[in-house]
């Protein structure tokens, strides 16, 4: 029904409306909001959707993110001379809106025709969704459009965007369903995250030589674009810009490019080592990767339904998330082996259904990115001595994995690895290994013991967060920085052995290490002092350093009480000296 907010309550004046005041109050029709209110906070009326029309008094100042969110049935706005500022996706999903009016006073804002603006009209903030104009021409004072300015505006068919428009901002044409074409002008120098998302009317468009970067699904789902020309000028192309492109046959690279490349329509980077994007609408049935490549990037086949057959070379060494999803081979059930995909000496993927042990094939050369991701029932995994790589999120989320096999031919972790391994008691990594990911081992909360060998060189971030049962671990000295988080919640750790080598602790590495009692370093008091170690490592910088060891005592008799030195460090922390028995 109708709402009439009074401007006082028991004799206090009403100034705001707070965070989700009136969040999915579907019966509400019109609210009247008293000239005492100077905020609207954010999501204040999200999903209000019978509401109909809104006026805002002169009093508002600031309007939150999201404010008027999915109010289906929002018709028009009046904003008052006094706003000054609007929160982002303030009148999204607003289905039927179609006018946006702003007092003539107002000194931030302006309206033309319903259409949003700045006061100086350089940014255009809001078209309304449900305008039903089919064509509109930018004004030429505008020199940005505003992040999902024209989103879900399914009725234009055309846009004019002037030469003056330097920026166009985060999904400003998403869900624009009946947009044809497009040219951008020669101004513009980054095409945003998800700027042309869903245009699935869109069969062509020109970016200018003035484009750098072409944002994280920038043109995904465009499901009736066939061609795109990238010039020689971009120098960036984010993840799962051209995914859901169903009839795309040709991404052409201009030849003076010196970061991408790209050969019978298939985009590589410049000296085609890796492969970035197969074009879905491609109606060839087989594709032999080239010799030279040696990563296949997220998503460079997803959706290419039409390849039943790919041919990997042997150069490749590792195989991004979903590279293979929904192609022709993928939904081949034929082409599974007892739940597990492979592709040639690849192995893809495995289905969540995957339980007890399973052995990888002789031969398999990478287990590529999530490839086994979810196999919750899965127990133990032998990995053959062929294995090189191991893929980001491989093994992620196998809750009942208690034990895995790492051969010395590995050289690397990816990032997250074994993340939420809560089952996985122990695991020894081969001196093969060089490098291990961010988050590799994060929430194996079953973890008492790994050993890490001299060959590692970094350990990413996150790599052992909330091993809550980890009691002691020893840094090997051929790594330079302990990153940060990297043994945030380790609530068991008693005692960590750090070598001389290392010259950085970054922030929270050992924040709720509540047990952690002693630091045993290879080096000096004095070198000690040099590292630098930043904020939350409490837990560290107050337990006990042992200058001038390696590892703890054999027994209690080889290490004599402190010698009750102090030493401050540029960090302002306070370390104990020990005393050690030669």
């Known amino acids: ?24 109050c579907s019966r509400l029709t019109s609210i009247t909001i008293p000239n005492s209110v100077t905020s609207i906070g954010s999501e204040a009326f999200y999903d209000c959707s019978r509401l109909t029309s809104i006026t805002i008094p002169n009093s508002v100042t600031s ?12 018709t028009s706005v009046t904003i008052g001379n006094g706003v000054t500022s609007i929160g982002s996706s303030a009148f999204l999903l607003c289905d039927k809106l179609n006018q946006i009016n702003v007092d003539t006073a107002n000194t931030k804002f302006s309206s033309v025709n319903g259409v949003l603006f700045n006061k100086e009209k350089t940014k255009l903030v809001i078209y309304p969704e449900s305008k039903p104009d089919t064509s509109y021409a930018i004004p030429n004072s505008v020199t940005s459009i505003g992040d999902a300015a024209f989103y879900c505006c399914s009725s234009l068919t055309s846009i004019t965007i002037p030469n003056s428009v330097t920026s166009i901002d985060y999904a400003a044409f998403g869900y624009c369903t009946s947009l044809t074409s497009i040219t951008i002008p020669n101004g513009v120098t980054s095409i945003d995250d998800a700027t042309f998302y869903s245009c699935s009317s869109l ?23 066939t061609s795109i020309a990238i010039p020689d000028s971009v120098t960036s192309i984010g993840k799962y810009a051209f995914d859901g492109c169903e009839k795309l046959t040709q991404i052409n690279v201009d030849t003076a490019n010196t970061v991408y490349s790209s050969v019978n329509g298939v985009l590589f980077n410049k000296d085609k080592t890796e492969l970035i994007r197969y074009p879905e609408g491609k109606t060839d049935t087989s594709y032999a990767i080239p010799n030279s490549v040696t990563s296949i990037d997220w998503s460079a086949f997803y959706g290419c339904e039409n390849l039943t057959s790919i041919t990997i070379p042997n150069s490749v060494t590792s195989i991004g998330d979903d590279a293979f999803y929904r192609t022709g081979i993928y939904n081949d059930e034929s082409n599974w082996e007892n739940g597990v995909l492979y592709i040639g000496n690849y192995l893809i993927k ?32 032998t990995i053959p001595d062929s294995v090189t790589s191991i893929g980001n999120r491989a093994f992620e989320d196998c809750s009942s994995l208690t034990s895995v096999a790492i051969p010395d031919s590995v050289t ?20 093969s290994v060089t490098s291990i990911g961010g988050s590799a081992f994060s929430n194996c909360s079953s973890l008492t013991s790994i050993t890490i060998p001299d060959s590692v060189t970094s350990i990413g971030w996150y ?55 002693d630091v045993y370093y ?8 040099k590292i630098s170690i930043y904020d939350y490592n409490g ?28 030493a401050q460090n540029t960090s302002g922390a306070v370390y104990t000296a020990t005393a050690q028995n030669a």
């Open 1 to 24: 029904g109708d709402i009439v907010l009074p401007s006082k309550i028991e004799g206090k004046p009403v100034t705001s409306i707070g965070w989700s005041a009136f969040y999915g």
């Open 63 to 74: 309007i939150g993110g999201e404010a008027f969110c999915s109010c289906d049935s929002l």
């Open 203 to 225: 069969t062509s468009i020109t970016i200018p030589d003035s484009v750098t970067s072409i944002g994280n699904d920038a043109f995904s789902y465009c499901s009736s674009l």
């Open 350 to 381: 495995a289905k969540s259904t995957l339980s007890g042990e399973y052995v990888v094939k002789s031969g398999t050369k990478c287990i590529a990115n999530c490839a086994f991701e979810d196999c919750r029932s899965l127990t133990s995994v």
């Open 412 to 431: 690397s972790i990816g990032d997250s690895a074994f993340w939420d391994c809560s089952s996985l008691a122990s695991i020894t990594i081969p001196d």
């Open 463 to 517: 790599a052992f967060c909330n091993c809550s049962s980890l009691a002691s671990i020893t840094i090997p000295n051929s790594v330079t920085s302990i990153d940060r988080d990297t043994f945030d919640g380790c609530s068991s750790l008693t005692s960590i052995t750090i070598p001389d080598s290392v010259t950085s602790i970054d922030y929270y590495a050992f924040r709720n290490c509540s047990s952690l009692k």
């Open 522 to 529: 290879s080096g000096t008091q004095e070198q000690w002092e």
């Open 539 to 566: 837990c560290l910088t107050s337990a006990t350093i042992h200058y001038g060891s390696s590892a703890p005592a054999a027994n209690a008799g080889a290490m004599r009480a402190p010698a009750a030195t102090a």
